[in-house]
């Protein structure tokens, strides 16, 4: 039983001096951090941590469309994507009801090829999206007069 004491008290002694070594090392790390800013030592990570972060880049996304939600919105391989050039009646209306429709016609000539935004809109991705010969979908049905152009 005795043994057992001894054990835990090596333990808690290698605790604490595990906590003042880093304690220590805390403290050398800020003080040469502070003598460097005082010389007027340019620190590469300071300016590493000033840089604006990089813009997100667009993401492509292709293959068939799985749902239509709407007008504006399709899912690509179970991805929703809000096309970014569109404004749709909603679905409840009798414009909406045609915007999916003839929504429907057009996902059912191939596969899309959509550029994202890297922005969202609810759950879903903001970007373009073109059939496999090239039109943009948003193009056709403003061209239509299905829909509008979305101002967003």
Do not use: Y
């Amino acid at each position: 039983m005795w043994q057992a004491e001894i054990q835990r008290m090596k333990f808690r002694r290698r605790r604490r001096l595990a906590a003042r070594a880093r304690g220590m090392l805390l403290a050398f790390a800020l003080l040469g951090i502070g003598l460097a800013m005082a010389r007027g030592v340019d620190l590469p990570a300071a300016d590493f941590l000033m840089k604006p972060a990089p813009a997100p880049r667009a993401l492509m996304i292709d293959g068939p469309v799985t749902h239509v939600r709407d007008g504006d919105t399709i899912e690509v391989r179970g991805t929703p994507v809000r096309i970014a050039n569109l404004d749709c009646a909603e679905r409840g209306t009798a414009d909406g009801a045609e915007a999916t429709f003839r929504m429907i016609e057009i996902a059912q000539k191939g596969p899309m090829l959509c550029r994202l935004e890297g922005r969202k809109s609810w759950d879903r991705e903001v970007g373009v999206c073109a059939l496999p010969d090239g039109r943009d979908i948003g193009e056709i049905l403003i061209s239509e007069g299905t829909c509008d152009r979305w101002q967003g």
